[in-house]
């Protein structure tokens, strides 16, 4: 984990010298982006994140011209208490893609409801046996343009995914889901997905679901997404209806991109 903190510093430091000579400023500048979501809930491959609207930001900077390989920052935070417990959650992540596949690693670190001085909550922890970090290799393809069908897996390979067993093995949690566009016109698109859940390593429990079974279909419904006209501008506005059959949850959510 030291070597992937040390790379991502580096990274960031030839960025900023490279943006130091005024030629290069334009293109360095160029190539930083962020972006703000407000949702009414957080919903992620079936899991209810938080209860509460939250705000999410992500912050990114391009590697490359075409602006496929990509280092960034996502944030999220509730707007509100939930039960006395405020959502927060910084997730640092390298991802390289495209309209048709694409594949990434994401360092998620979600520090709500944990107590200050458990060793999960420690921000610099990077110990495999109680680490609140959970590292995920992630990627999607899309099958042709002409049927969109879009796959998309995650798998949970390092962190807070573990058995609970003496040496605190890896679970790799595993979540595979499929979706596909039914509506996909100027005035609305509609997509529905489904999506199922197993761990790698064995044992009979994922974090998707309801931890008693080794496979569970976890994620299932559409979103619906268009743009609202708002004094002059072009609001993205999406509805999503989510079940979750192993947890036996539904929710409903409602979410805009401001910029």
Known sequence: MKKIIALLTTTIFTIISYGQETNNLDKVLDRFDFNLELKSNHLWKGIIVSDVPIAAVDLNYSLDRNKNLKIGVWGGMGLSDNNGEHYHEINYYINYGTKRYGIGIWDVFNSTGREKGDP???????????????????GYVVFAENFPLRLDLVSSFFGEDRKENKDRDQKFSTNVELSYPIIDNEKINVNLFCGGAFPLNGGQSHFYGNEKHDFDIVNVGFKAAKDIPVLGYKLPVSATVMWNPSNKEARVQIATSLF
């Open 120 to 138: 999960n909550n420690d921000i610099w922890n990077y110990d495999r046996k109680d680490t609140g970090h959970r590292l995920d290799l992630r």
